[in-house]
């Protein structure tokens, strides 16, 4: 059975590295790996080539792989677990109305600028973030 598109999945994640030079393999996809010079920069590329397997299994009329349960996943001397979210994105807009905070709102705006960044698309990336933290 596939994974539905947009329910919230998260996959069983192995960080391992040194300084400058991390990886990050999912268990239940062999060949599946991200690297980046920081842990960070690992799990945002590991998000995408996430992405990227769903997008070109499903293409090839192929259903995606369920992820396993955090417990079924052993870890080797040096690594670390951690999940990682199978973020779909629809290419769709859509509008919704929240109320924050004033001084939320300030300081989202002064690092929305601060990046270059317009603030929908400070917000969306932050959401990504606190996903990878898994918030």
């Given amino acids: 059975m596939g ?4 329910n919230s999945v998260r996959y069983p994640a192995l960080i391992d590295g040194v300084k400058g030079a991390y990886g990050v393999s999912f268990p239940d996809l062999p060949g599946i790996v991200a690297m980046g010079d920081t842990i960070d920069d690992a799990l945002l590329n590991a998000e995408e080539v996430l992405r990227d397997y769903a997008i070109e299994t499903e ?6 792989v369920q ?14 677990l951690t999940t990682v979210p199978l973020i779909r994105q629809s290419g ?6 929240m109320a924050i905070d004033e001084g ?3 300081f989202i705006d002064s690092e929305a600028d601060r990046r270059g960044m317009t603030r929908t698309a400070y917000v969306e990336w932050m959401a990504r973030r606190i996903a ?3 918030g």
């Fill in 92 to 97: 769709r807009s859509v509008r919704i109305h």
């Fill in 59 to 64: 293409s090839d009329g192929d259903s995606i």
């Fill in 3 to 6: 994974v539905p598109k947009y």
């Fill in 104 to 106: 939320v709102a300030v």
């Fill in 132 to 134: 990878m933290m898994g």
């Fill in 67 to 80: 992820p396993s349960d955090l417990e079924q996943v052993s870890l080797e001397p040096g690594q670390a």
